[in-house]
């Protein structure tokens, strides 16, 4: 079964420092991974995609087969990225092809 | 384009009452998805329609949840009688295809039983 760890449930840095969000997943096919945040009274949304390799609001996640991992990484941490980070793997297919299977959550704050 | 839509934003009943949760998803969507999301846990995939069949339904309770997609649009995810348990955040989401990599959620209906 597929499965999504995020270690940390509260993560707090200062303004400027650097951030990482650790995510593991467990997965027996080739993954498909994303991560979506969740903005105070705001809606879940997609942050980024492993596929796209794309940089969004200065956050980037490398995908580490290997290490079976797919950390979400900034150099430096701004106030308005405070917010809970959610790391999902998709199934890639079967009946429950499209499906999400999400990590429990990070809360990042970001000190002034 | 409208986002997700949904109805009500909040409820509270009594465990054992029945409950009905309403999703309007983006136009053309075919995929509409509700997620189970219990407090301090990720969401959870409950049931996922491709227009109006059912494609995965293996994680609900279907001794006391259901769900419909009438006509490929509306959804409502309905859960009788209720227990204490499923005091959650019923999240729908829609993509325009099950292989389209972003899925578009709705504000969430908030439920509290007690």
């Known amino acids: 079964a597929q499965r999504v760890t995020q270690p940390e449930k509260l993560l707090s840095v200062f303004k400027g420092a650097p951030v990482e969000l650790k995510c593991n997943y467990s997965y027996s096919g080739s993954p498909e991974l994303f991560w979506y945040v969740q903005y105070s009274r705001q809606r879940l949304q997609l942050l980024l995609r492993h596929i796209s390799r794309e940089s969004i609001k200065g956050f980037t996640a490398d995908l580490n087969k290997g290490e079976t991992s797919f950390h979400l990484k900034k150099p430096f941490a701004q106030e308005e990225d405070s917010a809970m980070y959610y790391c999902a793997l998709k199934n890639a297919g079967g009946t429950s092809y499209g499906k999400l299977t999400f990590g429990q959550g990070t809360i990042l704050t970001v000190h002034p | 384009e409208a986002g997700v839509a949904q109805s009500p934003r909040y409820k509270i009943i009594e465990k054992r009452q029945s409950v009905a949760f309403w999703c309007n998803p983006i136009s053309g969507h075919a995929t509409l998805y509700w997620y189970q999301q219990i407090l301090g846990q990720g969401p959870k995939l409950l049931i996922q329609?491709?227009?109006?069949?059912?494609?995965?339904d293996s994680q609900l309770p279907k001794d006391r949840f259901s769900a419909e997609r009438l006509k490929g649009v509306d959804s409502t995810l309905k859960i009788q009688p209720a227990k204490l348990e499923d005091s959650a955040v019923y999240l729908c989401?829609?993509?325009?295809?099950?292989?389209?990599?972003?899925?578009?959620f709705g504000p969430g209906t908030r439920l509290l039983v007690l």
């Open positions: 989401a829609s993509s325009p295809r099950r292989s389209q990599e972003t899925q578009y």
């Open positions: 329609f491709q227009n109006n069949g059912v494609v995965d």
